[in-house]
């Protein structure tokens, strides 16, 4: 995603929460960079790569600056990879962060996560940047790039947090210096 097509992260819609004692949600996390990894437990690309990207990024970034969010999103084997599995999947793999389970819409664990849904996502990994105002600024499916991500993430915490001002100052600064050719950036 490009600089000049940012949108507003839609909000995490969790029916559940492990490794935290506060529900976060982005509107709370502003003014930090979010790193959102949506993942599933039986996904070999989420377990090799994604997970421990995401825990990496958890023990090497100041969460005071970076905020590192898992989201279990299940689309298939619904039976197999339900709360309590992941409960124990997270201690054997001594996950830190946050992980949120993605919410249904109804009753049953069945069909596609409402917040896998509101982001569009094609599966698992997912690697979603967001801005200290609360901008997506990358959506990426599958692996990123350690270094390209520690780039994009040093990006972001460069910017100034003071409101929506602040991106749209960025973003004509940026078109001027760059000749206007903000579509070879990914952040």
């Known amino acids: 995603m490009t600089h000049h097509d940012t949108i507003l992260a ?16 982005l509107e709370s996390l502003r003014g930090r960079v979010v790193v959102l990894h949506a993942f599933q437990m039986l996904c070999p690309g989420c377990v090799q790569i994604g997970i421990p990207q ?4 958890y023990e090497e970034f100041d969460s005071k600056k970076v905020a590192v969010i898992g989201l279990h999103t299940v689309f298939e084997h619904h039976e197999v990879m339900g709360p309590d599995a992941l409960e124990v999947f997270a201690y054997e793999y001594r996950l830190r962060f946050p992980i949120g389970v993605d919410k249904y819409a109804g009753e049953k664990s069945q069909g596609m996560p409402l917040t896998m849904e509101a982001y569009q996502m094609q599966g698992t990994p997912t690697l979603i940047l967001i801005d200290k105002v609360g901008h997506v600024r990358l959506h990426k499916f ?11 993430i040093g990006e972001l915490l460069s910017e100034e947090f003071g409101g929506e001002s602040d991106v749209e100052t960025k973003k004509q600064k940026s078109a001027t210096e760059t000749g206007g050719d903000e579509d070879s950036y990914c952040i």
Do not use: Y
Request: charged share 15%.
């Open 10 to 25: 839609p909000e995490l819609q969790v029916s559940k929460w492990l490794n935290t004692t506060r529900s976060p949600t």
């Open 54 to 57: 995401a825990q990496r990024i």
């Open 142 to 152: 599958g692996h990123v790039n350690d270094l390209m991500l520690g780039f994009s």
